[in-house]
């Protein structure tokens, strides 16, 4: 199976701050890598997919990148709304893995 | 609008049985691939099973293999988690998603863009 590491595990960041969560997958997976942000007690949503795509309706100031092994989220403007968990997930093969999380904190 | 909604979950004995149902609305359930993902209480999400539009090719995560069998009716619009022989770890909120394949630079990617509020299963003695 397909192990996903992100880091960091949670982190705290102010209002306007850029932040980049990072994602490691244990093989190659080219682009299949997913975003999903999940708030408490609410189902994931897509935020990017296929790397650095950005879903339909997300705004603007996410964005995703990298390939093969290594991959970033990135808020560029951090909003008190982004308060969150971020969760990668590789779609290379079944099983689908996720990432453990990454809880995000407004200052 | 499109919308995905589980049932079924419950409080169960261990060794118990469930099964849990979602009900697609709002788009042509027919043609989109589905999975069940789960997530224990204060743990990361867990993809346990997926199944194609016409039902063939299924699997399952190891976790679940032998136990948990996935299927569905697409003349109803509707997805099933057939949870047996059900563990104390088996314990979750459980998401149906929808999956989508998507053709970018002639490969096919994909991801789960619509996904359900959950439903809980609790087992316990």
């Known amino acids: 199976d397909i192990q996903m590491t992100q880091s960091p595990s949670s982190l705290s960041a102010s209002v306007g701050d850029r932040v980049t969560i990072t994602c490691r997958a244990s093989?190659?997976?080219?682009?299949?890598l997913n975003w999903y942000q999940q708030k408490p007690g609410r189902a994931p949503k897509l935020l990017i997919y296929a790397a650095s795509n950005v879903q339909s309706g997300v705004p603007s100031r996410f964005s995703g990148s990298g390939g093969g092994t290594d991959f970033s989220l990135t808020i560029s403007s951090l909003q008190p709304e982004d308060s969150a968990t971020y969760s990668c997930?590789?779609?290379?093969?079944?099983?689908?893995?996720f990432g453990q999380g990454t809880k995000l904190e407004i200052k | 609008e499109v919308h995905l909604v589980e049932s079924g979950g419950g409080l169960v004995q261990p060794e118990g049985s469930l099964r849990l149902s979602c009900s697609a609305s709002g788009f042509t359930f027919s043609i989109y691939n589905m999975n069940w993902v789960r997530q224990a209480p204060g743990k990361g999400l867990e993809w346990i099973s997926y199944?194609?539009?016409?039902?063939?090719?299924?699997y399952y995560a190891d976790s679940v293999k032998g136990r948990f069998t996935i299927s569905r009716n697409n003349a109803k619009n509707s997805l099933f988690l057939q949870m047996n022989s059900l563990r104390a770890e088996d314990t979750a909120v459980y998401y149906c998603a929808r999956e989508v394949t998507h053709l970018l630079g002639g490969y096919q990617y994909h991801y789960m863009d619509v996904w359900g509020k959950g439903t809980t299963v609790t087992v316990s003695s």
């Open positions: 093989q190659t997976i080219s682009s299949h």
């Open positions: 997930q590789q779609s290379f093969n079944t099983p689908y893995t």
């Open positions: 199944i194609s539009s016409g039902s063939s090719p299924i």
